[in-house]
């Protein structure tokens, strides 16, 4: 019954939160974006609402730790592992801007996705090559702007728990362009928003920033390495998650 109603709670201040975001970010839009491009001040206020909801929500426990950025408008492709929909209100934590790469379902979703779009945000088709190949012009537009994106290049979530197999594209984009990798290990969040009910569930979540990853020098024939190389830094990173969780 708690458990219930404190669902009820988080999905009030949900909309609530909302409400009161669109209006405050079409303000900050308006007075930042013709002087920032790449639309980091509007993108920060826009994460802060994520930063809020998790705040008033009393089931969640989200923290951040590990490698601190010194320079947060050094452009980076940040990666991480994909455990649910709550992975986004768990980086939002960190304290610079990235732009997200998200499926265009999401953009659909009444205010949510206006105010992602004010923030630059990235949309992108399952499955329709085309747009794959737009979002990656997208991503090289924010990078080149001095703003890092955020990719998660499993795709999706796992249907297991299991860490799938990374994809090519954010490793590709940071050779093509000598940006360096940002991984990211995430773990915790997997059953905070089932999927089929409104209920939300308590839960603890980390997410540890690694190393970055320098990729100047390297070819696309290094692509698959580097790709390798991070899948097991934020594989092995977030085992160390969960046992740390599980005390």
């Known amino acids: 019954m708690i458990q219930r109603l404190a669902s009820v709670w988080v999905w009030l201040c949900s909309a609530l939160i909302v409400l009161v975001w669109v209006p405050l970010l079409g303000v900050v839009y308006l007075f930042t974006a013709p002087g920032d491009p790449g639309r980091y001040t509007v993108g920060r206020w826009f994460r802060r609402a994520a930063v809020v909801l998790v705040a008033l929500n009393p089931l969640w426990k989200f923290r951040t730790t590990g490698v601190r950025i010194h320079d947060p408008r050094r452009p980076y492709v940040a990666v991480a592992n994909h455990e649910s929909f709550a992975d986004i209100f768990l980086i939002s934590h960190l304290p610079w801007e990235m732009k997200w790469l998200s499926k265009e379902a999401i953009f659909k979703i009444p205010m949510m996705g206006w105010m992602m779009r004010m923030a630059g945000d990235i949309a992108v088709r399952r499955g329709e090559a085309r747009s794959r190949a737009s979002a990656m012009e997208e991503c090289r537009d924010r990078l080149a702007k001095g703003v890092s994106v955020m990719i998660m290049p499993e795709g999706t979530r796992s249907a297991t728990g299991e860490l799938q197999q990374f994809r090519d594209g954010a490793f590709r984009l940071a050779v093509e362009l000598g940006c ?4 990211i290990a995430v773990a915790g969040t997997r059953d905070a928003i089932p999927k089929g009910t409104w209920v939300i569930n308590r839960a603890r979540a980390v997410a540890q920033v690694l190393p970055p990853v320098e990729t100047a020098g390297l070819t696309l024939a290094d692509v ?14 977030r085992d160390g998650l969960f046992r740390e969780l599980a005390r």
């Open 224 to 237: 698959p390495a580097l790709r390798d190389r991070v899948r097991a830094m934020i594989g092995e990173a």
């Open 180 to 183: 360096p990798i940002l991984p």
